[in-house]
């Protein structure tokens, strides 16, 4: 990579999210474990709802901030969380959750566009790929490695280590240059959100974050319930690790080819990975549902920011806001309806869900030649 401003954005990230998503993938087994299951459930649905309406304010914070300030106070909120967990303080969790949610539409506002700012169409695909390889690559190292000492040592010890790379990454987001094309964007999300092409591409957004939202909730629990905690961070490692390698190749590969045919492999493997889940109690069926699910979701990270910049170029800010909008009231809606429903009915709608998003992303590029 010949940008220092992504080396070091992509890092940030890296060191940011192997704190963070590390502390979620475990946060619902251990309070699982210790039967206050409701802790859990309450905090992520805080933090997913929160962010769901924040995002239709983050462009204005990150116009007004500025892209560097904005990654850099944002992502102060993700250490903040992680330290929450430590002291098991139910209403500093409650708290933290609700201005994480706020933070992570800011920081994820500003990262997508700063990112498609700093690419162009010949290669933002391998790089929106590589910068999601990276941080499942650094969550699945933190994850598997935890995963050995989990049932022998303190979760104490484990979540500050956390908390201390978290704040690491936070620093080195300070190094990026700013961007100042952040006044070439006038619509907001509530405009852009009612275009055909942005109502098209929806569902896709949905379901493919669905996906994200039961690998934080009933999938951990499952594979607590069937195999045990332990099997929690390899079993999942595989959801991260792989996203590694999918994500850097699809996106390559859509850089050549275009993005309709990997969108349908996208689609095509979440409906294979949830009916693996559904119907197997062994464990390399389960992992190879975990497996396919993956595939669904990289593919997704990889090809989101192509799409999105194809679109709605003069209106980046607000749409990336908009992805974020359908990204976390998929995990919000998977987060609660986990509580209520069993794991069979969770399985069905993320199926059913990714079914219409296929039949809606034909339109979407049957209707918009840009794409292919």
């Given amino acids: 990579m010949k940008n220092k401003n992504l080396v070091f954005l ?9 704190g963070f998503d590390s502390s979620q993938y475990y946060f619902s087994s251990i309070f699982y474990s210790e039967n206050i299951k409701l802790i859990s459930l309450v905090s992520l649905s805080l933090i997913y709802l929160t962010f769901a309406i924040a995002t239709f304010f983050s462009p204005f914070f ?13 992502s102060l909120f993700y250490p903040l969380f992680i330290l929450s967990v430590l002291f098991k303080s139910e209403i500093f969790i409650y708290l933290a959750s609700i201005f994480l949610g706020f933070a992570a539409s800011i920081i994820w506002t500003a990262q997508g566009t700063y990112l498609v700012q700093q690419t162009n169409e010949k290669n933002r695909g391998f790089y929106s790929g590589l910068f999601f390889a990276m941080i499942p690559l650094g969550t699945s190292f933190m994850v598997f490695l935890s995963s050995f000492f989990v049932e022998a040592i303190s979760f ?7 908390f201390l790379i978290s704040i690491a990454g936070s620093i080195l987001l300070l190094v990026p240059s700013d961007s100042g094309r952040m006044r070439d964007y006038k619509l907001s999300p509530r405009q852009v959100i009612r275009k055909k092409s942005m109502i098209s591409l929806m569902p896709f957004l949905f379901s493919s974050s669905f996906v994200s939202g039961l690998m934080l909730s009933v999938i951990p629990i499952r594979i607590t319930d069937f195999f045990g905690l ?25 850089d050549k080819y275009g993005t309709r045919r990997f969108v349908y492999i996208s689609s095509i493997s979440g409906i294979i990975g949830f009916i693996l889940l559904l119907c197997s109690e062994s464990i390399p069926l389960f992992s190879l549902g975990v497996l396919m699910l993956s595939v669904c979701y990289s593919s997704f990270l990889a090809l989101g920011y192509p799409i999105m910049s194809k679109l709605f170029k003069d209106d980046l800010d607000s749409a990336m806001a908009i992805r974020l909008t359908m990204f976390s009231l998929a995990v919000f809606f998977s987060v609660i309806l986990s509580n209520f429903l069993n794991f069979s009915i969770m399985i069905l709608i993320g199926t059913v869900s990714t079914i219409f998003s296929l039949v809606s992303v034909r339109y979407l590029f049957k209707n918009n030649p840009v794409l292919l």
């Fill in 10 to 18: 992509f890092i940030g990230f890296l060191l940011l999210f192997m």
């Fill in 62 to 74: 990150c116009r007004k901030l500025g892209l560097k300030k904005s990654f850099f106070v944002s």
């Fill in 230 to 254: 332990g099997y929690v961070g390899k079993i999942v490692a595989i959801f991260t690790f792989s996203g590694v390698i999918i994500s850097v190749l699809i996106g390559k590969l859509s």
């Fill in 156 to 162: 104490v010890v484990i979540y500050f280590v956390l």
